[in-house]
């Protein structure tokens, strides 16, 4: 989620607690209960709120003791191999980790999966993805795919004019989205394995938010500047997509020109409801924390290794939907959203 806001309180680079949940499954860790370690990229972004919540859920149900660290900023590499450095001293057995840089990120995690800890990547892949013992992760391709099809079917035979708001140089789940996007428009022959972001003839603007509202606002503004006809709006997150929606909104555009986006959090999901963004695709942190935690309650247990990509599910949320893309409305997307 990308996307996330400034961490609070830190010990050096990052911060850094534990809490003891319960004493059933046996391995490192003081009095005999294994220790998992949980690293997101910031601290109060919602979606790792969230994802926080669900790893402390499924800790207590398998007897783990929970760690958890957090970078000061979406991108503090050093935050995150620090948090790694200290959970594998403290004796976990697991870590679960969003990373920030996917690739700087590599040597430590390499590090500590030779002293025998279980990594696994919730959210965000590794590059390369086999940098972590196992993936559970939202299939962002797909995700940029479904908005891109909502998109396509929604303006129908106008002559499409795209702002591709979008996250940063480099990073995995931006690109994901931002080529599955383009895939799913029928604007570009391009799949989930290609490593950089494309661009085609229908896109008029491209810009970099970092997942921020206001930044998505500056982008947008930019973006009216040098195609104020744009029709259509790519955002990597909600935050930039509302940021879009203000911009346009002082131009008195704002019924115009369609926006969709990926995340489904819950002020995202109202502002579908509200029709500011006109559908957005839905993933589930809680459910990428739980299943990871408890594939290190399983390798604690009896040295059970988790590998591979898991599917945690998407979900295009919308209420007007298009004929030929499957969407549920935004009553299904407040009760499974997060935030």
Known sequence: MIRRGIALAAIGALAFTAAACGEGSKGSGSGGTAKVGLITK??????FVKMREGAQKQAAADGLQLMTAAGKFDGDNEGQVTAIENMVAAGVKGILITPSDTKAIIPAIAKARAKGVLVIALDTPTEPQDGTDALFATDNFKAGELIGQ?????????TPKIAMLDLAPGVSVGILRHNGFLKGFGAANVDAKASKAVTAPQVVCAADTAGDQAKGQSAMETCLQKAPDLNIVYTINEPAALGAYTALKAKGLEKKVLIVSVDGGCTGVKGVKDG?????????????ASLGVDAVAKF????????????TGVTLVTDKTVPGVEAKDTAFGLQNCWG
């Not at 909502?150 to 106008?158: E, I, N, Q, W």
């Not at 500011?276 to 990428?288: C, E, F």
């Open 150 to 158: 909502y998109a396509k079917a929604k303006t129908g035979g106008a």
């Open 276 to 288: 500011q963004i006109a559908a957005t695709s839905q993933q589930y942190p809680l459910k990428m």
């Open 300 to 311: 604690a247990k009896d040295g059970t290794k988790t590998s591979g990509y898991t599917d």
């Open 42 to 47: 910031t601290e109060t972004n919602p979606f």
